[in-house]
């Protein structure tokens, strides 16, 4: 298995290299083939956390090594969650960022012949065979943090246990989120001994944010992560009520490359766009909507609202994160398909406000405009179920030192 594994990543390679080329550009893909080491010498960690949403998993745990000393690098693969590494951690000497190479033999074995690395850190899913056996081949402990399965996800992962069972089996520690998760590890093959639950650590790094600065005498909904096809469904429901800022919408995609498109929707419906690039204050008006077109400002803007929505959840795609609202003490709206977080449904879905259809939806805003005290109760509720998932930090802590 693991020689077939080395030949299909070889023989993808190139029509994954092709797409990501035209994404991320030519020195993106330099940059992961590790021609020229990004960086150098000894670490305690490596801890490898690929976009945006494991660098928000991780920032605390990073913030609290760096203060305890130990030299880190923090790896990402993607560019906006290089940025945010960047962004987070640019004060602290000990830490050094830089891309993770391709999962290719090549770039593996370059990487670790300029970078030494105590301790192995993955978050959540990450689980790059090569990089996994090469750091073990090199003495590196292995951790798992977050450790998370899905229903999807395990049913694709039996399919390929034994193989799988070999690489698990190098892990040395295996904090997971939850109770479930750790069972699915252990069926995948790591040893019951090396399993821990902790808790969600996406739930106890609390996001460092400041809201925007939005102005508005009328309220402001967020319409947070939509998917292609909510945005026409939620304005065919509610273009009437937002052109007399009931409520003035705030419009997110989760793919920031289908601003143009969403925009082109928001003007099709009569509405002025405003764009949020470039931007720092915004001062809105009925008829107006904005569009947040770059990454890294979603919890800002949930920050700055009224009320919520979560996308990805009227259409089948799973539903994305509804509980970041919660930090900020907003009411959330979300669609029913949620089965991406069907884990932490039961413990947040009581302080939600969930909806079968657009029309549902414009229903519950158009309640929460005229009676919104009870949504705010559901919202600080919601909240005080957040802070019981802050011991998460301290396990995890406690499993890596």
Known sequence: ??????????????????????RFGTGYIQDRMWHVPLAKGGFDYLIHAASVGEQNVVANVVSELSRKGFRILLTAATDTGLALAEKHHKDRENVTTCYLPFDLSGPVKRFFSAVQVDKLVLVETELWPRLILSAKKAGAKIFLIN?????????????????????????????????????????????????RVCGNLKLSSWPDVSPEKVKSDSPVMVFGSTREGEEEMILYEMTDAMKKGSPIPVFAPRHVERADEVEKLLTDAGLDVVRSKGREKFDLSPGQALLVDETGRLLSFYAASDVCFVGGSL?????????????????????????????????????????????ELAF?????????????????????RLEGEKQALDCVMEGLT
Do not use: H, W
Not at 160 to 187: H, N, P, T
Not at 368 to 382: I, N, Y
């Open 1 to 22: 298995m693991a020689k077939l594994y080395a030949v299909l990543s070889t023989l993808t390679f190139p029509f994954l290299k092709k797409k990501l080329r035209k």
């Open 147 to 195: 450790g998370r399965v899905s229903d999807g996800a395990f049913k694709n992962y039996q399919r390929f246990s034994r193989f799988l069972k070999y690489v698990l089996g190098a892990i040395d520690s295996c904090l997971v989120r939850y109770e479930l998760d750790g069972e699915r590890f252990k069926a995948l093959g790591i040893l019951p001994l090396r399993v």
């Open 315 to 359: 259409v089948p795609k799973g539903g994305q994160n509804f509980v970041e609202p919660f930090f900020f003490g907003k009411p959330v709206i979300t669609g029913s398909d949620l089965s991406n977080f069907l884990d932490i449904l039961p413990a947040f879905e009581p302080f939600m406000t969930i909806v079968e259809s657009p029309r």
């Open 364 to 384: 519950a805003v158009e309640t929460f405009l005229s009676e919104p005290v009870g949504f705010e109760r559901k919202a600080a509720d919601g909240q005080a």
